[in-house]
């Protein structure tokens, strides 16, 4: 990535590794387009949503994005609703027991083994 100074400038949400001072003019040159890749081990291909932020980038393939945004949609329901409990001080398990949106979780998914049970 170079001309830093102006992408932060522009608000442009941009992530990346590492800072160079070179562009790709006279050394770049395009292999292919629209074909899938593997990027830091994920596969990615045409029409996959890519989003980044300051935790991390994801990458969720086209057939499944309305699915994993509704599901994304609801678990940060759920985390608003427990985050004020738990800044008061409150156990996060207590916290989210008590959320809609928890228990609506709790009864979608598998439940786990706990320690020492046998399958």
């Not at 003019?25 to 596969?43: L, N, Q, S, T, Y």
């Not at 949503?49 to 678990?75: H, N, Q, S, W, Y």
């Amino acid at each position: 990535m170079r001309d830093v100074r102006h992408i932060r400038k522009m608000g442009l949400p941009v992530f990346n590794g590492g800072i160079g001072p070179l562009d790709s003019k006279g050394r770049g040159k395009m292999m292919a387009m629209d074909v899938p890749i593997e990027c830091g081990g994920a596969p990615v291909a045409s029409g996959d949503l890519v989003f980044g932020d300051v935790d991390g980038v994801v990458v969720i393939p086209e057939g499944i994005t309305d699915k994993v945004i509704k599901t994304a949609l609801e678990r940060i329901s759920g985390e608003n609703q427990t985050r004020p409990i738990s800044s008061k001080g409150s156990c996060f398990r207590r916290s989210t027991r008590d959320t809609a949106s928890f228990k609506r979780r709790q009864d979608q998914e598998p439940q786990s083994i706990n320690k020492g049970e046998q399958g």
